[in-house]
């Protein structure tokens, strides 16, 4: 079950809705990251991968989906999100869950 949590800039108000910083957000199928787009200038949430067990979903969401590219600008400048803001550069607070999935 993967979990999403709301983060937010003490700082400057930043807020955004994503996995904590380096945690591989797992849902039944589908793995994700919080990342930092260079492109963008912002966290987006990256799809990585899929769990080897998938099976049929795996084939279909292969068509469907692109990994480790950006979901905004479709851009591959990624870095793994170090939980600090990309407005200000100060470190973020991770709060509470806001939505679960699987
Ligand atoms: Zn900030
Ligand atoms: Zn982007």
Known sequence: MGAIHKCKCNSCGYEVEMPPPGIID??????????????????VRVF???????GRYKTEMEKQYRFNVCQECE???????????PKCGEKM?????TRMWD
């Open 93 to 97: 607070e991770v709060g509470e869950v």
């Open 75 to 85: 851009g591959e400048n990624l870095v793994d999100w170090d939980g600090s803001c």
């Open 48 to 54: 990585i991968g899929l769990d080897k067990e998938s």
């Open 26 to 43: 797992r849902g039944f199928v589908a793995f994700y990251k919080s990342k930092l787009c260079a492109d963008c200038g912002d966290i």
